[in-house]
């Protein structure tokens, strides 16, 4: 439940634009990758020092900063004045619960989005703060801990001459958002495969936990419309042609990606959908057995409490009774108990119950 | 299931214009049928390589290519080149879970709509998908396997020599989009027919089977209303005017379909309406059920327990018990047995149990 | 079940245009009546064929035809030829499935609605559609079968010599439309009766029966919605002024019956609104019923089997049994039995099972 | 339930304009009740017939005139003539079952609202129609029956003489519908209250009668929504400037009135949200004590039947049991016994039953 | 349950702009603080007469009065007059039953919000009015009763000499909103964790309290939904630039304010969504258990009911019943009771009941 926004309160009562890291620190060392690339030349390199970037700034070629992990407000405040941002940009990008959005500043646009995986082994969906600050000739992306999923971008980039690499910082921009939404299709085929497995379970052997599982994914795919929803909104903000950074050529892929993300939410309503009919075929089913196990208790009741109760009249004391000294009296009842069996048994017939 | 985005994940991490063929390979060989007709022609071909289509390209005369069976990516791309179609299209058109959309590139337009069956014997709803390319004199329609639904189309395309053959390409693509939502209304009634089955079922006979009928029909309805919602606002942009392929004569056809699929999706919010309702009298006929039982069991002990309780006083082998002795006591005991069962009697009919 | 979408298919595949009756036969006689009027005259007219009426089309004088019987398709497509209407027209008219729609065809609007009746003996609504179509000078209003409805209209118009008359086919329109929609009113009211019948016998005797009545009440109120929303549209647009054909002075008549309209759609939701708290009280009634029955089970088997068993332990055989020869054992046996019911009793008053 | 449409559709069929009055009458006999006031003027008069009236109309002082009692049709022809209103009016005054609306006629406006009354007696929430017709120097009041609610209006009339007297008719509209609004949260006190002890009783003792009480207050409140919700657009547009009758200076006052709305319609939803919540409590308490009941039938039975079955096998008359003629077999025959008794006991301690 | 509205109706029938307190009275005694501040000064004042604050009015610097407790009707008056507010305001502020607004004056604004507060000890979410008027240079701040929130902005003030103090009123008023908001997100960890442990409980052990805990959070939850929701709008309108006393720079940071506002809402309606989840799982975990319950009793019913009927029958008193003398009746008895009861358990291993 580590969703559930936490220690965002430690921020209360403090001045706007105090820089203070919200959320779990998922990373112990920042790592920052610098990507400079034009046309004809490919260089990449580790940096220690966020310094060291800046004498990029100006460059004509196009600049890629990937910083993995985002806690240290030091090294944030030294990028912000370099490059001139906001101080609520700063802010945004320490806070990682922050909504997606977009936000243009004419010279740069700052862009939040989420990645989701499907951790397999705690059968959970995880999310991760990704924040773009796109600028006309330089890229960074900020995130919580190392993802693979920026490593097929940057091969791409590196093998590829001809296309990407003419394109524009807003091309990489895209390159990257679109590799992050098609890993939102990865995580519904798992979150897929795993409603079938419950489906299954529930119809032959529903228990507490299969019950607990469907709430869990019901959750999951709570939070990740929560976290896609927005996003709707942001990618139709930079294809609509308002934001003079995304040029014309770009925008048609910003359109693709805006098919995907409206896919997605359709897929997770679905899913939704699904999950709540799947908690109404456990309830039902549940009910079914009580129904099956009440209907036994009452043949095996309606069947011996009445042959029992004429064992007993037998079984009285009296000085007086006839029937105790008959010489047919035990046979006869045997065949009166008999008759009560048959005729409750053919009455459990006519209703069903077998 | 199949219906969940499946092996959609293998293309992540891919670079966009990537052709990949995402879904079920429904067909083994690929089948293109080339019409060529004119208002005096009409030619029909099958054809081996789709290299030969590419002749009748810049004629006057309207051609309409058929390809059934879209996983070859090699002959996608040729067409595609040859066309001039821009590359997200051919992704589009290889990519089988599309939400039904249209683009326009004014030279031209590319349209995707599912076609929906009823497969009477596994009683269960099929999608299709059918991609339709329409230039100002070609139409290039693909689905994933071949399908009776056009044969109507050709037919009489065959025949009537006036009107139709007449009217312009955007005239033919009303046709196929006709015939594909007509074929919805067929879908419905048969969901419509087994409706009243199960509810007659449930009504009669309620069993856990019914109700994973009624939720899988629910589940059905879900998904056709994923795959017609957004045809609603497909068609409405073909009919509003603003695609200059579409001829104003053919706008008012369109604005027919229009109001077909306004029906559909009433129809399917009725049914999704209509299951509902029926779970919910398949969740009280099982709680009545459980209370008739419950019912039957109380009545048997409430009647036999006390009974059986006199009988057991009178077994205990105490040696003072004067009852024993006295001459009447066997018959009494009978008499205050009848008189219990026949309170309990009036009881239960005073509570209206019978 | 008839409202469901039946024979619709049996056009799938057909070209556009082909006139197809869809839907069941209700008469089987077609009946024209034909009335001709003005400020001072007044004629009234059986007519055969409907060749007769295509003398009075380019009269000054208004003329209403009004067609019962809708299945004659060569009928049809002769008065389409001489008041020239679209064959798209023609089709809707013969399909009874529509949805309430208005089409402005400058010369003419078509419009269709539907009449609900209320069946007291099968206790069921019934759903009729009709057609108008409305030109300058005359009124052609197609159904499916004879209505008393139209009669008021017609005896407004014979009396009434001042006003009526001398307005123009737009306010006969209005007349129309007017009775029709006051008809849902008392389709409501009879409703309303029904559902306070119900409601006593939910609160009174619940049994299934009253709650399959309580479905089919909220089913019929699911497809009345369905056939009254979209008239919302229809009239707002009658009303609007973008219509040619409708003067002002007859717009604030057709404000009159939006707001009519409106009222009805209310009057619906609070229904299904009410149907649904009294499905919700029946299912907890049921259950408050089981908690009777299963109290009354506890009961006695609380109170008989504690006893019970104290009278089996004296029916043992054993030799050594010392309180066999007790002299007081028996009263002190049922001393111990009266014991326990007391308490068993006072028990069950502190619980308040009683 | 007198709230449902009834003798609506004795309307049915007559041509509009006709005036018929719709609803039941409450109030034997019609009071008119006439005030004319200026800045310096007050006349307060009870007035017989309905034309002393008209010598005020072209008046230059204000003229209120109070209406209670609205069936008699001819007073209301009368008045709508001299006064020059649109026939529709006076239909709509005589139908009590109206939504809340506007509409201007530029000389006049006319609007109708809801007084919603809360009877302590009959804990029922009561419904009274009130039309206001607003002229520029009169101001015309009809309601079905005598109301305290305008006392208050007219007191402050009669005493203030400086502000109230000195503002147009306009203002007066707005205070008497600002008493008719406030009226409302008076009510809405009265079913919070409502509320709060059943929510007590709930907790403490549900039973079917307060099941009842909450679905009758949820009604209630649905009813009371469909009164107010309107209300909202109505007094909108008298706010936004488009009725030239309503001053400027008037419209901050109205604009105050739209915010009572606003929270009254909050507050009605918030009631509506806390009902369905209670009921969902009372269904789960009700299920609690079912399981309450069982788990003590289950106890008992759990513990008593198998040592009742001891018990009865040495109730067999067996020749040869040698377990008959030991001596120690009554003491440990109620050891095994009590051994059984205790193992159940820590069993369902165990179990937490207790 | 305070938060329904109470006392309201004590205005109904009073004039608009009376002046009287509505809502508990939470302060004994009102106290006003003065801050006067410029870039170079900081004044801080406790004032005993409201009439002290007014010469600052005029002055250059800006001026904030905050006043704890609203009771006191003469003072608002006083300071109504002197700076020349609406009557209505005046009014608003005695009311603490306002939603959310603001409204503007051209030379002041009014805003309306809630601080939300969690108390840990009673697990109440508790909600104050505050409201705010803003002035070109002066800002006066009211609420219900001392609230520690505003000392942080009052610290910030003193200490920081550069920014804040440079910055116009419009900045003070978004340090208060800022920090009364940040202050939500405190409310909504408390809430969070409260979930969460009642979550484990609902697992582990559901009781009817922990029903109860839930229910109480949703509407909790609804309440603040209540309070947070308008206040979209409130800031939507101040950051538009519409209002001429916010200035550009100052507009970025309430845009801040606003996301953070989106945040609280998406975070309030996951929290409503979580709680239904948990009310469902409770329920189901309820019905389980019963099924628990009903099962144990009828296994035990199941063994012994067909064993003890075997016992009873040898408990028969016939004199001819030829088992009674044979050797091995005894064993052979107990030899079918034990095939009997393993018969069972095997039937119950398969239907996995253990």
Redesign the interface.
Known sequence: ?VR??????S??????GSLIHIGERKVDKIKIKLINYGEHDYIEQDIENIAQCFEFKDDKTITWINIDGIHDTDMLSKLGDCFGF?P?IL?DILNT???P?VEDFTDYIYVVLKIIDYEKNLKEVTFDQVSIILGKNYLISLHERPLD?Y???KN?LKK?RSK?RKAGSDYLA??LM??II??Y??V??NV?ER??NIENKI?T?PS?KT??AT?NL??DM??MR?SVWPLREVISKLERGEISLIKNSTR??IR?IY?HI??VI??IE?YR??LS?M?????????????E??????I???I??????I????????????????????PV?WFIMLAVIITMVIYFKRK?WF
Chains 1, 2, 3, 4, 5 share one sequence.
Do not use: C
Request: zero cysteines; glycine letters at 4%.
């Open positions: 439940m559930i926004s936490k220690k965002r309160s921020k209360a009562g403090m001045p706007a906001h609520l802010e619960e922050q909504r959005k999923i490593e097929t971008v791409t590829d990407i895209y390159l679109d590799s098609d890993n299709f990865s519904l085929e897929g409603i079938e119809i052997n507490p019950l607990k709430h019901k959750r709570l939070f929560k048609i892929y693709d098919d409206i896919q359709d897929t679905t959908d699904m009919g908690i109404d075929i456990y309830l039902s089913s549940i009910s079914n057995r009580l129904n196990v009440v209907k036994i208790l009452t095996i009741s309606t011996f409490i009445p042959i029992t109760f064992a007993s009249i037998y079984g009285m004391n009296f000085k007086f009774i006839p029937e105790f000294s008959w010489k047919w009296s035990y009842v069903k």
